[in-house]
Nanobody, 117 residues
């Protein structure tokens, strides 16, 4: 299973972007989530969504970002509103994928998000 993240770009402060993460194949995915890597911090948790609908958000994005998921398509979206320069970074998608023996984390390549002041 491969994960493909898209939707990154450059936006002014206060703007919005929507990221997508597509998982190919028909894998059973328990959780899909987003992390980001900024210049100042280690990889930081952004948001996740369990297939049962439960969601979690990092403190820095709560109230501004929304994660959703299209289950049949194994696609996750991250709607990012009220973007700030501190949100600049490379955003990575992660999925917990059933391997037949257990769940395993799979990472996609990142997509760059740049927020200008």
């Amino acid at each position: 299973v491969q994960l493909q993240a898209s939707g990154g770009g450059t936006v002014q402060s206060g703007g919005s972007l929507r990221l997508s993460c597509d998982a190919d194949g028909n894998a059973s995915i328990r959780v899909m989530g987003w992390y980001r890597q900024t210049a100042e911090k280690q990889r930081e948790f952004v948001a996740s969504r369990h297939r049962n609908g439960d969601t979690e958000y990092g403190e820095a994005v709560t109230g501004r970002f929304t994660i959703s998921r299209d289950g049949p398509k194994n696609t996750a979206y991250l709607q990012m509103n009220s973007l700030k320069p501190d949100d600049t970074g490379v955003y990575y998608c992660k999925a917990e994928i059933w391997t037949g023996f257990g769940y395993k984390d799979k990472w996609g390549k990142g997509t760059q998000v740049t927020v200008s002041s």
